[in-house]
């Protein structure tokens, strides 16, 4: 009786292993299910999204009387996003720009110290010159206008995806409904997933005999985007079923919708892929999502199937139908009312153009990056959504890019040589600081940028030549005055055995010359001289307190430059002179803003007293006499008149040229050369020189043609210039104003009290003495 | 009005009123727009903002490097902060840039006091 017949007994076997692998399968279900909750948990309860941090320019600041350079004025306002339009701007982000106006409706600036809504100006132009700026919505002139801060580059994960996050409440209900309509309209009255819609999707599949529709909602399109990878298998359906199915369990449908409107891929720019409405809305219509019309809303809900196939940009009449398309079944569906259908179908949608995202001031951008390292790893920066606000003048990097390649390709068109096969490419570098601050206003690290990364302003070593020089007339002031004589004689100097005979770029036949000419002509010889008659060791310890990271070589070569320098740090060390003998760290990051705008990190200008004022006056009013009667009086023919202090530089076998200009608002320094250290056959003044005296022409905003100041400590004389070559019986030559440190005003003769020695051991230059180091 | 400064519980005096940083309509207009940033950033400072009056002074001499006045009141925000050594470093940028400016002569001599003072702590 208990014995079961063979078939029965196979069927409650076959039963139990059923049951076993059910109970089996069920409690893999539901761990799946669990860890799957915990996952999504994870995701969602931390940073749900990589936002890369963003980097921006300084403000710019506009006035009354300020000389602008209208071309990069427009320029930077295009790369704001700011869209010309015929009529009166009506709306934030348009602009008029006519002959002797701007028309401009702001956007809403929001920086670390200043938060200003959007509003309408017009800034009247009298040629380059503002004449004034008015509030064209009340008529109210103002004084001064920000224009808010340009992007210039953005720290991207591996997935390069852009987005601006915005809240539910945020997006405009025309828009909720037009994305509904096009991908779940029953959103609201399913769980995650719609048999209905899925019936229906299949049904309509099956007529057409193609897909024409999917089922899945917008819980399940989440799930798949947000945490599955593309591929379609049927356990990847499950899993997207069972995600959408615990996002339903676990957030409301409002939060899921937010999500899922942050989420959604809606296009491309160039490398980088455009998610969430709040940055398509800008990358098509360059407003925020809330400023959204019917019309805007369907083209970006018509996107959500094909971003690419249905692009305003790519395929502007197939986005046409399929936006008609789209209003057609609001319409239907009762979403909107007829005569807003009717007025939406037949508006004309023009999405605003957009520049592929591109680096902008790269090697500024890099050395940015090292300090900012230092505070942040390179995971943050790219998911943190940081704001990081520099000091980088946005109009001036354009212009010193451009400087620097006309300049280059002006020489290499003088000199064919330059470009010959098989060499590399000539190359050269700018950078552009203000000395009392130290902010790094522009940086041009290279010719090309997707060439070569190698940053030449602040990674390069080359010798400085006689831009070195004025570390060494520095270093002689306590015991000379601009007026001394300086020996001209040749000399031979035996520097470890060997013998050195310093020459002359120019050779002249006077056997001296005064210590302002000797400076401002750049005579190697007299600047040996006084080398050392001051001291070669005096001149190392006089250079090391400008902060020079490379080493300084206590040879008589020194003085003529015969040293490595890095450009940034040469800038940094005539910015001491500009800046009454207070150098200023060169600054570049000003605040960083964490992803909620809260402040995190703010930088301040760091000062360091190097010179007492009244000697950095004296070496600014020497360097003045370079740019007025010496090696740098080739800006004057550039048509610049405002006060320039300079000096050029060229080193042995033309293997760099130099040009370091200031005047009291910028210290620009540019330097020309090969990366392999060939000849560019070209000096400082001939290569570097036109290169700083465009840049200085195109910013016009930038110069207010100030004077130096003479600080305390700075007597002015009016002296006799008699002949240097020693001939005092002649009458005065020339009768003029020099400036002195106080307690240091020469006699008569020109010497100064107590610098005796000093003046024993230059006139030894006089005889060409040998002397041994 | 008296503005404290941290360390100490020292107190500042009052500064001038705003109006004396105008300058002559003759001059370049980076002048203009110098002193008016240096107004905002006196009344930040009046405020207690010191953080934003700094970046507004900042400002006003990235515009007019020349303006003493925007190196006075930088100098007089670094000893609210606390930071003589940066306090001093403006304040003798300022000396170069109001020598010659009437009625400011006694002014810099007690804040270079105040500054000496607070380097000695």
């Known amino acids: 009786m208990n014995q079961l017949s063979k078939p029965r007994r196979l069927i409650r076997r076959l039963l139990r292993v059923f049951s076993y692998g059910c109970i089996a399968s069920a409690i893999a279900v539901a761990v799946y299910g669990v860890w799957l909750y915990e996952r999504i948990e994870t995701r969602f309860s931390g940073q749900r999204w990589q936002l890369p941090s963003k980097i921006y320019s300084d403000v710019t600041l506009l006035y009354p009387g300020l000389s602008i350079n209208r071309r990069l004025l427009l320029d930077q306002l295009a790369r704001l996003e700011y869209r010309a339009v015929k009529q009166k701007p009506e709306r934030s982000g348009e602009m008029r720009a006519g002959e002797t106006r701007i028309d401009l409706f702001l956007h809403a600036l929001k920086t670390p110290d200043r938060e200003r809504a959007a509003f309408p100006v017009v800034i009247h132009l009298d040629r380059d010159r503002i004449a004034s700026i008015r509030r064209s919505d009340n008529g109210e002139a103002l004084s001064l206008l920000e224009i808010e801060p340009e992007e210039i580059d953005l720290f991207f994960g591996p997935e390069r995806e852009k987005r601006r996050l915005v809240s539910i409440d945020q997006v405009p209900p025309h828009l909720i409904q037009a994305v509904l309509t096009a991908e779940d309209n029953r959103y609201f009255s399913h769980h995650g997933i719609d048999f209905r819609g899925i019936l229906r999707a299949a049904f309509a599949n099956l007529r057409h005999g193609e897909i024409r529709q999917g089922g899945s909602t917008i819980t399940q399109q989440l799930a798949k985007n947000y945490f599955l990878t593309p591929e379609r298998t049927f356990t990847r359906k499950l899993r997207e079923l069972m995600i959408a199915l615990i996002l339903e369990l676990r957030y409301d449908k409002r939060t899921i919708l937010e999500i899922y409107f942050n989420e959604i891929y809606l296009g491309q720019k160039g490398s980088i892929s455009v998610n969430g409405v709040g940055e398509a809305s800008w990358f098509y219509f360059g407003k925020p999502v809330e400023e959204l019309s019917l019309p805007e809303a369907a083209t970006i809900a018509a996107l959500i199937r094909g971003p690419n196939a249905y692009s305003p940009y790519l395929n502007p009449e197939r986005c046409e139908r399929r936006r008609r398309h789209l209003l057609d079944k609001m319409y239907e569906e009762t979403v909107i009312g007829k005569t807003e259908w009717q007025a939406a179908r037949e508006a004309a949608v023009e999405p605003v153009g957009y520049e592929v995202f591109a680096k902008r001031a790269p090697y500024f951008v890099d050395f940015l990056s090292q300090q900012l390292t230092e505070l942040y790893s390179p995971e943050a920066l790219a998911s943190l959504g940081l704001s990081i606000y520099t000091t980088l003048d946005a109009q001036l990097q354009q212009a010193a890019e451009a400087a620097l390649t006309n300049g280059l390709e002006r020489l290499e068109k003088d000199r064919p040589e330059l470009t010959a096969d098989g060499g590399s490419r000539l190359q050269g570098a700018v950078v552009v600081l203000q000395p009392r601050s130290g902010a790094v206003l522009a940086m041009v690290g290279g010719r090309d940028y997707g060439e070569s990364q190698f940053n030449r302003v602040t990674q390069a070593r080359r010798q400085a030549g006689s831009t070195f020089k004025p570390f060494v007339y520095l270093s002689g002031l306590d015991q000379l005055s601009p007026i001394s004589v300086l020996p001209n004689t040749p000399a031979t100097y035996t520097v470890d055995g060997k013998d050195w005979q310093p020459r002359n770029f120019s050779e002249t036949h006077r056997r001296a010359y005064r210590l302002r000419e000797a400076l401002a002509q750049s005579i190697n010889r007299s600047t040996v001289h006084l080398a050392m008659a001051v001291g070669v060791d005096q001149i190392v310890d006089t250079a090391a307190a400008f902060g020079f990271s490379t080493p300084l070589p206590p040879y008589p070569s020194l003085a003529l430059g015969a040293v490595d320098v890095i450009p940034i740090e040469l800038a940094r060390a005539y910015g001491v002179f500009a800046a009454g003998g207070i150098q200023a760290e060169p600054l570049t990051i000003r605040d960083v803003l964490g992803g909620e705008g809260e402040p995190l990190?703010?930088?301040?200008?760091?000062?360091?007293?190097?010179?007492?004022?009244?000697?950095?006056?004296?070496?600014?009013?020497?360097?003045?006499?370079?740019?007025?009667?010496?090696?740098?009086?080739?800006?004057?023919?550039?048509?610049?008149?405002?006060?320039?202090?300079?000096?050029?530089?060229?080193?042995?076998?033309?293997?760099?040229?130099?040009?370091?200009?200031?005047?009291?608002?910028?210290?620009?320094?540019?330097?020309?050369?090969?990366?392999?250290?060939?000849?560019?056959?070209?000096?400082?003044?001939?290569?570097?020189?036109?290169?700083?005296?465009?840049?200085?022409?195109?910013?016009?905003?930038?110069?207010?043609?100030?004077?130096?100041?003479?600080?305390?400590g700075i007597v002015r004389k009016s002296v006799c210039l008699r002949d240097t070559e020693g001939a005092s019986i002649w009458p005065c030559q020339e009768i003029r104003e020099e400036v002195f440190l106080e307690g240091k005003v020469p006699d008569d003769a020109g010497i100064l009290p107590g610098a005796g020695a000093l003046i024993q051991r230059l006139l030894k230059g006089l005889t060409g003495e040998k002397e041994k180091r | 009005m008296v503005v404290r400064v941290p360390s100490g519980g020292k107190t500042l005096p009052p500064q001038p009123p705003p109006a004396e940083t105008e300058v002559p309509r003759s001059q370049p207009p980076q002048l203009h727009a110098s002193a008016e940033l240096t107004r905002k950033g006196q009344t930040l400072l009046d405020q207690g903002r010191v953080d934003a009056a700094i970046r507004e002074f900042e400002r006003a001499v990235s515009l007019n490097p020349n303006n003493g006045q925007g190196y006075y009141h930088l100098a007089r925000a670094w000893m609210v902060k606390g930071d003589f050594r940066q306090a001093d470093s403006f304040h003798q940028l300022a000396e170069i840039h109001l020598q010659d400016e009437p009625g400011w002569a006694s002014r810099l001599k007690a804040q270079k006091a105040d500054i000496q003072k607070g380097l000695d702590r």
């Open chain 1, 601 to 712: 990190e703010r930088r301040d200008i760091q000062l360091k007293h190097v010179l007492p004022p009244a000697k950095a006056y004296l070496m600014t009013s020497l360097l003045e006499s370079v740019i007025q009667e010496g090696t740098g009086k080739g800006v004057r023919s550039w048509g610049i008149r405002f006060p320039v202090a300079g000096k050029t530089g060229t080193t042995n076998n033309y293997r760099d040229a130099w040009f370091v200009g200031y005047t009291p608002d910028l210290l620009m320094l540019v330097w020309v050369g090969f990366d392999d250290g060939a000849s560019i056959g070209a000096s400082g003044a001939q290569a570097a020189l036109p290169i700083w005296a465009e840049l200085a022409r195109a910013v016009p905003h930038r110069f207010a043609g100030l004077e130096f100041v003479a600080p305390p």
